[in-house]
Antibody, heavy 121, light 110 residues
Framework: QVQLQESGPGLVKPSETLSLTCTVSGTSITSGDSYWTWIRQPPGKGLEWIGFIYQSGSKYYNPSLKGRGSISVDTSKNQFSLSLTSVTAADTAVYYC?????????????WGQGILVTVSS | QSALTQPPSTSGTSGQRVTISCSGSSSNIGNNRVNWYQQFPGTAPKLVIYSDDQRPSGVPDRFSGSKSDTSASLAISGLQSEDEADYYCETWDDNLNGPVFGTGTEVTVL
């Protein structure tokens, strides 16, 4: 059974960097059939794709982040991470990590429980 | 890139059939398959339909999906109280080179 678990600080100050880690169990993060994905949801609002990384190390990000996002993988720990720089109150959200099945038409079949990150001084 | 368009809310009585629409464009729904997620308050989304009309194992067959041109729909037949949740459509966007979500629909069981 594939499981994902987010971890990181729940409070980040404006202009600082948000850093989150997703620990994957039940499958290898080097699996070629997976996009390792970050998605966020501001309080009371909808879902927004942040970006993903996959086997070859290729990464794709939502242009709405304007270059502030970075995703990396630690294969030794079976983890992937998100860094988001220069955060503002607009980055306050529940952040989810997910596994998207890497198909011609991908879908996210496994999700972490989510972690609320608040940007505030 | 804009989110896919869904009605903010819909409702029905127990046993009724409700449908949720999802409208997009040729760069997303028109050229890719659609997925649907169910989300209860305070929990992560759960996949209920993938590739337009496929149900993951364990999802009741009262959930069904369809797609035509640049629009998709999720239908819940025999509505039950446990179906009261938010529902989001999602598909790949060729311009974004990533997934785009719908605006979300709250389903209420009267």
């Amino acid at each position: 059974q594939v499981q994902l678990q987010e971890s990181g600080p729940g409070l980040v100050k404006p202009s600082e960097t948000l850093s989150l880690t997703c620990t994957v169990s039940g499958t290898s993060i080097t699996s070629g059939d997976s996009y390792w994905t970050w998605i966020r949801q501001p309080p009371g609002k909808g879902l927004e794709w942040i970006g993903f990384i996959y086997q070859s190390g290729s990464k794709y990000y939502n242009p709405s982040l304007k270059g502030r996002g970075s995703i990396s993988v630690d294969t030794s720990k079976n983890q992937f991470s998100l860094s988001l720089t220069s955060v503002t109150a607009a980055d306050t959200a529940v952040y989810y990590c997910a596994r998207a099945y890497r198909d011609r038409h991908p879908y996210s079949d496994y999700w972490g429980q989510g972690i609320l990150v608040t940007v505030s001084s | 890139q804009s989110a896919l368009t869904q009605p903010p809310s819909t409702s029905g009585t127990s046993g009724q059939r409700v449908t949720i629409s999802c409208s997009g464009s040729s760069s997303n729904i028109g050229n890719n398959r659609v997925n649907w997620y169910q989300q209860f308050p305070g929990t992560a989304p759960k996949l209920v339909i993938y590739s337009d009309d496929q149900r993951p194992s364990g999802v009741p067959d009262r959930f069904s999906g369809s797609k035509s041109d640049t629009s998709a729909s999720l239908a819940i037949s025999g509505l039950q109280s446990e179906d009261e949740a938010d529902y989001y459509c999602e598909t790949w966007d060729d311009n974004l080179n990533g997934p785009v979500f719908g605006t979300g629909t709250e389903v209420t069981v009267l």
